[in-house]
Antibody
């Protein structure tokens, strides 16, 4: 069964650090584009970061320089290291597989299509 | 990157059709046929309903359809059912290895 399971959320003080994990089953993380998406309480979805199969990483401006996306191929697991946390980072964090765009037999590196597999989310609360 | 614009809420009666709009700019929706739509029930993870403007993943009802004109994409749900009551989000590729979501639309089935 294709599945993503996030862990690592919790209550953390402003300025603190937290690492989220996302264990995948049924497919290989390193062969896919993987992403983190967050949702503040009562708010909409916000894209956070993506890591390509080749290892390149990209971030939303709101987290650039503070968050780091990575993966452990041996554990088939995606991570999000979050540093210098702020109250506005409070959200449910989802990991998701994001498809790259392919057409006519060609795939266009770095062109992002749709999030087809989602985890159940893990809650991060930043508060003193 | 600013969020795409969706109506906060829409409603319809069972059996009716509704359409949710998603307005972006020439830098995202207008430039790429890479608009996707997600359904989210309370306390649940989002579910992909439409990708590449109008394509349906396997298992998604054909009551869901998508289209795009210029900088605005649309999701239409026909034959509304009680189970369709949920939040709906659009999303577009925005270039430079980024995507942008809409603010979300709450669908109420009357």
């Amino acid at each position: 069964e294709v599945q993503l399971v996030e862990t690592g959320g919790g209550l953390i003080q402003p300025g603190g650090s937290l690492r989220l994990s996302c264990a995948a089953s049924g497919f290989t993380v390193s062969s896919n584009y993987m992403s983190w998406v967050r949702q503040a309480p009562g708010k909409g979805l916000e894209w956070v970061s993506v890591i390509y199969s080749g290892g390149s990483t990209y971030y939303a401006d709101s987290v650039k320089g503070r968050f780091t996306i990575s993966r452990d191929n041996s554990k088939n697991t995606l991570y999000l290291q979050m540093n210098s946390l702020r109250a506005e980072d409070t959200a449910v964090y989802y990991c998701a597989r994001i498809l790259g765009y392919c057409s006519g037999g060609s795939c266009y590196r770095g062109v992002l299509d749709a999030f087809d597999i989602w985890g159940q989310g893990t809650m991060v609360t930043v508060s003193s | 990157q600013s969020a795409l614009t969706q109506p906060a809420s829409v409603s319809g009666s069972p059996g009716q059709s509704i359409t949710i709009s998603c307005t972006g700019t020439s830098s995202d929706v207008g430039s790429y046929n890479l608009v996707s739509w997600y359904q989210q029930h309370p306390g649940k993870a989002p579910k992909l309903m439409i990708y590449e403007v109008s394509k349906r993943p396997s298992g998604v009802s054909n009551r869901f359809s998508g289209s795009k004109s210029g900088n605005t994409a649309s999701l239409t749900i026909s034959g509304l059912q009680a189970e369709d009551e949920a939040d709906y989000y659009c999303c577009s590729y925005a270039g430079s290895s980024s995507v942008v979501f809409g603010g979300g639309t709450k669908l109420t089935v009357l």
